[in-house]
């Protein structure tokens, strides 16, 4: 079994496919999700595995705003931030990138009126 607490037997072929299929990144790919993704609305990753999310917000405020974010897993606030005033008036952003546990709930918000601009998931 898995539960096993042998220190000198080794794995079966079976025991080593039921641990590789757990790995994180083993038989998960990057996914492009941002046109399924809104702002304001919790995902639940139920895919059986840790998945890592990149998340890039955006605002076009002339006023030098940056673009501030929360990240939310269950129930714990990871707050982002990025940009800031610029010359040229351009676009501001900040992203985050982080692993979201199996079974974990995740949303994120903006605190300045920005957007998304991309959401990848290696899942």
Do not use: C
Request: proline share 2%; charged share 15%.
């Amino acid at each position: 079994t898995l539960t096993s607490t042998s220190t000198t037997q080794a794995l079966t072929a079976a025991q080593g496919k039921v641990l590789g299929d757990r790995d994180f990144g083993f038989n998960q790919s990057w996914q492009d999700v941002t046109s399924s993704r809104n702002l304001d609305t919790t995902y639940t990753n139920s895919t059986g595995k840790p998945i890592f999310i990149f998340v890039e917000l955006v605002n076009s405020y002339a006023n030098g705003s940056a673009e501030f974010g929360i990240l939310l897993i269950n129930s714990v606030e990871i707050p982002f931030t990025g940009g800031g005033y610029n010359t040229f008036n351009a676009r501001k952003s900040a992203n985050i990138s982080v692993i979201i546990p199996n079974s974990a709930t995740y949303k994120i918000t903006s605190q300045s009126g920005g957007a998304i601009a991309n959401w990848s998931e290696l899942r």
